[in-house]
């Protein structure tokens, strides 16, 4: 069951800018604290064509100024986006890819067979990648996987099922895990799973730290929550009505602005998180 923080009414989300509707399909959002910009993956088809390479990376500024529409093209279906060493990893339907940031230049692909749907992506300290593959016709074949000198390792299924969202923090693994509505953490020294939170019924997309072991986490269909510690959570914004997705969204703590790609409402929207 849901459970609804008593102090609800002191966080809320303010908009603060929306881009016009030129995205194709715009599934998630990193921010580059480096050059202070905002990548995003373009996932281009819903319903959605996995074998053609003609989807792409975008360029944002803090204020929502489009820089480059198409900065990295010839992508197959890109899902969760993250930056490590100054390079940016691309998840792909055959694998993950990985570009220079600075020249955009394309560096290698990872190749993965996936038996259900390759979806997020996260990199610990040790440039260890992490990955969620969803399989929605077989929730329980759901996984979350580690990819290291080539090798990929299972390091959860149990309790896991239609995994969707990935963060790294601080040697845990913070997992979307829509099959139970369950925000759980992977311990990654013993691989032990737990429960963080439970949400709400639909498709747990993206998962950021706000501060204060408190988590920021985005159902697909259009609702953002705040998980707090002890499993209590406050929606934040609900655009159902709007019929807009929130799909794998970012957090940028300087700024308090949650950044949240719509996927087929083609825009991408900033709120900041007030307290009061």
């Known amino acids: 069951m849901l459970t609804l923080n ?30 202070d910009q905002i990548y995003i993956s373009n996932y281009n088809t819903f319903p959605r064509d996995l074998e053609s390479a003609d989807d792409f990376i975008s360029v944002l500024e803090l204020d929502g100024n489009i820089l480059t529409l198409k900065w990295i093209t ?39 067979k996936s038996p259900g749907f390759l979806n997020d992506i996260a ?61 759980k953490k992977i311990d990654l020294e013993t691989n032990e799973v737990a429960n963080v939170a ?6 747990i997309d993206g998962i950021k730290l706000y501060k204060d072991d408190k988590y920021i986490v985005s159902l697909w269909e259009g609702r953002v929550y705040l998980a707090f510690p002890g499993g209590t959570v406050n929606e934040l914004l609900d655009l159902r009505n709007s019929h807009i997705k929130t799909a794998d969204i970012e957090f940028i703590p300087d700024l308090n602005l949650v950044i949240i790609p719509t996927f087929d409402h083609n825009r991408v929207i900033a709120y900041r998180i007030e307290e009061s």
């Not at 966080?11 to 050059?35: G, M």
């Open 6 to 35: 008593a102090a609800s009414q002191n966080y809320h989300l303010e908009k603060i800018w929306e881009t016009e509707p030129v995205f194709s399909t715009p599934e998630s959002a990193v921010f580059d604290a480096e050059r």
């Open 74 to 112: 010839g992508l197959k279906a890109p899902t969760g986006i993250t930056i490590h060493d100054d390079h940016l990893f691309v998840v792909e339907r055959d694998g993950i890819s990985k570009f220079k940031i600075e020249s955009g230049e394309f560096v290698k692909k990872m190749k993965i």
């Open 123 to 183: 990199i610990d300290d040790d440039g260890v990648i992490y990955f969620t593959d969803t399989s929605p016709r077989n929730p329980e074949a759901s996984v979350v996987c580690s990819f290291r000198e080539g090798s990929v390792d299972t390091i959860a299924n149990d309790l896991i099922n239609r995994s969707n969202g990935l963060l790294y923090d601080r040697r845990s693994l913070l997992v979307g895990n829509s099959g139970d509505q369950y925000l």
């Open 198 to 203: 439970q949400l709400d019924t639909g498709i």
